[in-house]
């Protein structure tokens, strides 16, 4: 091997090493300093009770069965819990994050099997630096596994296409079941959707019928329904039945949802909302793709006809959320990368040139806006009544300027060269990873919720969890803050005869509502039975419209 090689393979592992180190701080960085938001609590406090009653099988909130997603993403959650010895945000998000990290190398491995090196890193880039991927690398959910699974899936497929033995049908079905095991049926269907244009060619459909094949998924199949015939054996008190659930949220959902109607066309401009900043580059490698069909290589024509599958596959589900299409990212990153480095032809230079031009655009808006909101602050402070936490201007200046200096010294580089690319995504590492890790939790302070369930845990640290309530409803969120170790009490609307029988009840009592609840509960009060104190959510001075959703707590007899 010559001097030359010796360098090239160094460099070659050195960009792999820093794109792995990046996405692990873009994505690790500060990523339990924010409060649970929305469906994440969920994911938390199934796994707080898995820990009170030693019962993995059977999720539960607040005591009641909750099995609407399989058991593997809270059994990943426990993991982390285990091996660090507490269960908090950090703990619940550890999972998403590694499997973003994960998906990212994979997006790598599968970029440079099919086309180039380069093309596999850009693509690793594209996709680490999009808005959606971060966001939900970041969150306790199970939509950064599923993605990870899908495209496990096709990198594993590209790697063992032309060896169709057991091993390898049967680690691209076991991938893929174990990815339904943490959303659902999509970490199934979306692989082999997206496989099927390749099968279909030159008579490749024909390995389907192999034996080592149908072995293969029927032992994959077994191991995803394992789990499932497990709880159901072992507790018929349940009350739920995962299979159940698995055909209501995956089948019955896409055919006759009951929920979660976007319109049709929700992902014609959730994918490019989602994509951002690439979305420039995205929509020049679509048009110049399309214009150039004919000029594509086959593997390129296999994976643009891979993401109209899968948009026409999610498009035509009855129950549509701008995240369930996020599956499709690894392959749009690809996608893009392949049009910026491997696509030749005149007309793509110009859809690139083009592209380029509206990128740098738009990231030079986005970074001179970040840059210039410190500056402009003192003159717009009197007419907002935002007080930003110390530091956080100083660290939008530093952020904005850093991205400034990135586009300007982009500028002065061809536009389709690789060094104006290298500074264009430079420029997103900070203005994403930026926002990400440093500015969304510093600007957690003002969020109130967990904040406030510390200070009820601690008021309510002596009162059973029975003599707790809630109405008309209780959020996961706050039933893991509150840390009780039964569950507490909730009424709704046609309970109201059974809360004033409970506030009658023995002191001490303790009712918890949203203050526009407050003509509701205030006459079911008993005669008499003021309360000792009233602990009200706080609302920010710019959150006045909200202050009708905020909590207030009222302690009866409180002792």
Known sequence: MTNNQDQSKFISRFAFLLLLLTASFILLWAVGDRGLWAAEGRWAEINREMFLSGDFFHPTINGEPYFDKPLLTYWLISLVSLITGSLNEWTARIPSALAGIAAVWATVRLGKRLWSERVGLIAGWLLLTGYGFIFWSRTATAESENLLAVILCLAWYWARRDRPNFTSF?????????????????????????????????????????????????????????????????????????????????????????????????????????????????????????????????????????????????????????????????????????????????????????????????????????????????????????????????????????????????????????????????????????????????????????????????KTAGIPAERIAFYPDVRSNMVFYLDKKTPVRVFDENQTAELKEFLAGPPPRVIIAKRRENDIILPLFPTGGVPVEIMKEPVHPWEKRKARKRRIAWFLAYE
């Open 170 to 458: 049967f680690i691209f079905w076991l991938i893929a079941f174990l990815g339904a095991l943490t959303k659902g049926l999509t970490a199934v269907v979306v692989p082999v959707l997206a496989v099927l244009p390749d099968l279909l060619r030159r008579g490749r459909w024909r390995l389907i019928f192999k034996p080592v094949h149908l072995l293969a998924l029927v032992l994959a199949l077994m191991v995803y329904l394992a789990p499932f015939v497990y709880a159901s054996l072992s507790r018929p008190d349940y009350g739920e039945s995962g299979l159940v659930l698995v055909f209501q949220e995956n089948i019955l959902r896409y055919f006759q949802p009951f929920d979660h109607k976007g319109p049709i066309y929700i992902y014609l401009y959730q994918i490019p909302l989602l994509f951002l900043p690439w979305s420039p580059l995205f929509l020049a490698a679509l048009i110049g793709s399309l214009f150039n069909w004919k000029k594509l290589d086959e593997r390129t024509r296999w994976l643009i006809q891979a993401v109209g599958v899968i948009f026409i596959f999610f498009s035509l589900s009855g129950s549509r959320r701008s995240y369930y299409i996020l599956p499709v990212f690894p392959l749009i990153a690809l996608w893009t990368a392949n049009f910026l480095v491997e696509m030749k032809g005149e007309r793509l230079e110009r859809c690139r040139l083009w592209g380029m031009k509206v990128q740098m655009a738009l990231l030079g808006l986005l970074a001179g806006a970040i840059f210039l909101a410190p500056l402009i602050w003192p003159l717009i402070r009197s007419r907002v009544e935002f007080s930003p936490p110390p530091g956080l201007m100083a660290a939008v200046l530093i952020l904005g300027a850093a991205a400034v200096i990135l586009l300007l010294a982009a500028l002065k580089s061809n536009a389709g060269s690789s060094r104006r690319l290298s500074a264009l995504i430079a420029a997103a590492v900070i203005l994403l990873g930026g926002y990400f890790s440093i500015l969304l939790p510093a600007l957690d302070i003002y969020r109130t919720e967990r904040a406030y369930a510390g200070e009820l845990r601690e």
